[in-house]
């Protein structure tokens, strides 16, 4: 009885900081329909060898996501993601800016999952310029959700090399 006893001590003292770490990883969502976004995402799986990145995929046309989803702000019609947000107290958001809006898919993704309470950090991917009257409206979308946004960074991708944005990336994280 004592060995056996002595064995579920022994495994629960190994396996409570694997559960709390489990429950502390970071989940980083993008969606990239140019490939900027996802040199993004890729520098921040880089950084954080132990975060889980999912692509979110749509296949809507570029024409009638920026020209019908955009402008009458609708979401998106996303291939489902096999997540359990749950697992995660962090989540990284990377989306690319379309009409000073966040896509429609990422917008999709910040209306229906459960991101409530979480600490999410945002990057934005813009080809040029994403004004504070855009990100005023993000961080709007944002609270009244309910969803803590921790940080708001902006990558310029517009005539940037590949190294570049991911300069970029680093430099965000640094601060």
Known sequence: MKKKISAILILAVFLMP???????????MYYSKTGKTN?????????????????????????????WQQLFNRNACNEPIAV???KYAQVILCSPI????????????????????????????????FGE???????????????????????????KTDEEIREQVREQLKN
């Open 133 to 159: 009257g855009g990100q005023k409206n993000l961080k709007k979308q944002l609270t009244s959700k309910e969803i803590n946004l921790k940080s708001l960074s902006i990558i310029k991708s517009g005539n």
């Open 84 to 86: 359990d947000i749950e």
């Open 39 to 67: 040199i993004v995402a890729e520098e921040l799986k880089a950084l954080m060898p132990d975060a889980r990145i999912v692509e979110i995929k749509s296949d809507i046309g570029i024409m009638q996501a920026v020209m």
């Open 98 to 129: 379309w009409l000073q809006k966040i896509s429609s898919p990422m917008r999709t993704i910040i209306n229906t999952m459960p991101l409530k309470g979480k600490q999410v950090q945002m990057f934005v991917v813009c080809a040029g310029h």
């Open 18 to 28: 694997l559960c709390a770490y489990a429950q502390n990883q970071t989940l980083i």
